[in-house]
């Protein structure tokens, strides 16, 4: 009875080995779908509510935007921390003394990106 355990523990163990040793496993491929992000994909930080507030010093790449539905304002960041533009919602941002060069009103794209 002794011999009989061995021999299909000793079974077990071989086809453990072979599955696992010899056989190498299935490769993962990783999806090729692109997401349409239509009018977000530019946007680095879009943000739905409450508001944005900049810890200096911040470097962003790409837009930085508010939904005006539920966003109260965008505080302390400036042009100079964002290679691309500031969209406020209300005309409130201010620059925080970093120029307005880069800030645009647009609320109907505001909204627009949020909701793609």
Do not use: W
């Amino acid at each position: 009875m002794k011999t009989l355990h061995k021999i299909k523990f000793l079974v077990v163990t071989l086809l453990l080995l072979i599955q696992f040793v010899f056989i190498p496993p299935p490769k993962a491929y990783a999806a090729t779908t692109t997401v349409n992000l239509g009018t977000a994909d530019p946007f680095a930080v879009l943000a739905g509510t409450p508001n944005i507030t900049d810890v200096p010093t911040s470097v962003i790449t790409g837009n930085v935007g508010l939904d005006p539905a539920g966003g109260a304002g965008i505080t302390g960041l400036k042009c100079s921390e964002v290679t691309g533009i500031i969209y406020d919602n209300d005309g409130g941002y201010t620059g925080n003394g970093g120029g307005t060069a880069c800030r645009v009103t647009n609320a109907g794209l505001l909204t627009t990106a949020k909701n793609d």
